[in-house]
């Protein structure tokens, strides 16, 4: 890996601050070609990660197949970032979880997915927040289903985990206490009460469930900022959930802040909804990212009846020092039954963008050369799809490569919305790539819904947007 040293760096594609903050880790890959998970959301199963890993620059991976990775020496923080790609079924919900010493929590990375009506694989993503880590600390994933019978997971490059040491201090985190009931029907702001860290200095003791963006060591020149939330519902919950990043002032999510729901079905104990997510990097406030306050979390449901969030958190953090670059579709698209049309581009809001707008097309982001010569770490490709408010069956979306031969899948994840119900119909999806992003490889976002008729993803909707990170 190359060293970068740290200070700022002009290039065409800007002005940057490398801080390094990533400093190696493993990516791993599923043992056998399928792992068989029993049914019942009681049931829990941890995957088996091959002794191959897929990327290991340290050697940290030793002692062929297992379930665990066992933090090194020096580690003081990870991020972890991953999917699983389930066999196709049409029925019941998965979830698939990080463990940190056998522990679940929405900080380490949750995901909890309605499988699509259509006969379509079903995919879990894992995205963590900044977790404090020491050695010898254990991470796995484990997974469960309700799907009626027994279910593989497949080994894909969709289904793997990604754990990268993590060096920075610039970030905040605040978590929930206790418990906090959620009325059916009404997005309600997470009362987080318990301050964990604040490298920001945007804690605000008179306001602790938010994050407070307005103050002015947030709105230095250049900064830039990732917002990561999670939380974890009480089981047996059904009907639609969704979360999202919010404004205290406005009251809803501005440009950039995307929102993510999906269907749940299941009356199973021990089956705990949980929703994970983040935003791409970008100025807070700012011109497309007004924020007058701080920055809450908010969640909603149609379960019926109120229905606990157990924990969750918030965090920001400081990433200014990451490339990156976010379309945005100003007109609407109307999607046909089964079709795949491309995320068009109509504007790029953000500055750092030339470079990722070099390739064959500009509904395609392009993966520039590193400005050093170097290489990229890995690379983030998130989607924020707003549809119309007809009640329907499945939308969802996903991502393509062109690697020379024409358009491919590649490993991601695909998120979806099902069933279509009384909800903001918005779905977030995200895709993390490994082997390493090689420059000139151009991404698209697709869409598909299976509902009879068309249908219209919305142009003017914030937060939509589709978005690549790189990082060092």
């Not at 740290?6 to 043992?31: E, I």
């Not at 009325?183 to 407070?212: Q, R, S, V």
Request: with cysteine; net charge negative; proline share 5%.
């Amino acid at each position: 890996m190359p060293v970068l040293i740290p200070g700022n760096l002009t290039t065409g594609l800007g002005t940057h601050t490398f801080a390094r903050k990533s400093q190696g880790g493993v990516t791993l890959a599923l043992d056998a070609a399928t792992q068989s998970i029993a049914d019942g959301s009681s049931t829990t199963e941890t995957l088996i990660w091959s002794a191959t890993p897929i990327w290991d620059p340290g050697s940290l991976w030793t002692g062929g197949a297992s379930d665990t990775f066992t933090i090194p020496a020096g580690w003081t923080h990870m991020k972890v970032m991953g999917q699983v790609f389930w066999a196709v079924d049409t029925d019941g919900s998965r979830r698939a979880r990080v463990l940190v010493n056998d522990v679940a929590d929405p900080l380490f990375g949750a995901h909890t997915a309605r499988v699509p009506v259509s006969s379509s694989e079903g995919r879990s993503s894992l995205i963590s927040g900044i977790v404090p880590v020491k050695e010898n600390d254990t991470v796995k994933v484990d997974v469960t289903h309700n799907g009626g019978g027994a279910l593989n997971v497949e080994q894909d490059l969709r289904t793997s985990i990604t754990i990268l040491k993590w060096n920075t201090t610039k970030y905040s985190h605040i978590k929930l206490g206790s418990t906090q009931a959620i009325p059916t029907g009404a997005a309600t702001k997470i009362n987080f009460d318990t301050l964990i860290y604040d490298g920001l200095g945007i804690f605000d003791t008179d306001n602790p469930e938010t994050l407070d963006m307005d103050r002015s060591n947030a709105k230095a020149a250049g900064r830039r900022y990732q917002c990561f939330g999670g939380v974890h519902f009480e089981t047996s919950i059904l009907g639609t959930l969704m979360a999202r990043f919010d404004s205290t002032t406005e009251g809803t999510p501005q440009t950039h802040h995307m929102r993510e729901e999906y269907e749940i079905e299941t009356t199973d104990s021990n089956f705990g909804a949980m929703l994970g997510m983040f935003t791409p990097a970008t100025a807070i406030p700012s011109e497309n990212a007004p924020n007058d306050g701080g920055i809450g979390f908010a969640v909603k449901h149609e379960h019926g009846s109120d229905r606990d969030v157990l924990n969750g958190y918030l965090q920001i953090e400081d990433a200014s020092d990451a490339f990156n670059s976010i379309l945005t579709v100003s007109s609407n698209q109307v999607v046909g039954t089964g079709s795949t049309v491309g995320y068009v581009q109509n504007e790029v809001p953000l500055t750092v963008s030339s470079g990722f707008q070099d390739g064959t097309t500009a509904s395609r982001l392009n993966i520039p050369v590193h400005p050093t010569g170097g290489t990229w770490l890995y690379a983030i490709l998130t989607a924020c799809m707003p549809w119309d408010t007809t009640a329907g069956n499945d939308r969802f979306s996903w991502i393509q490569v062109d690697e020379g031969a024409g358009l491919v899948d590649v490993h991601g994840t695909v998120s979806h919305i099902t069933r279509i119900g009384g909800l903001d119909r918005l779905h977030h999806a995200v895709y993390l790539f490994h082997p390493l992003p090689i420059a000139g490889e151009e991404y698209r976002a697709n869409l598909f819904q299976n509902q009879a008729g068309n249908r219209t993803m919305l142009g003017n909707t914030p937060p939509q947007h589709f978005s690549l990170e790189l990082f060092d």
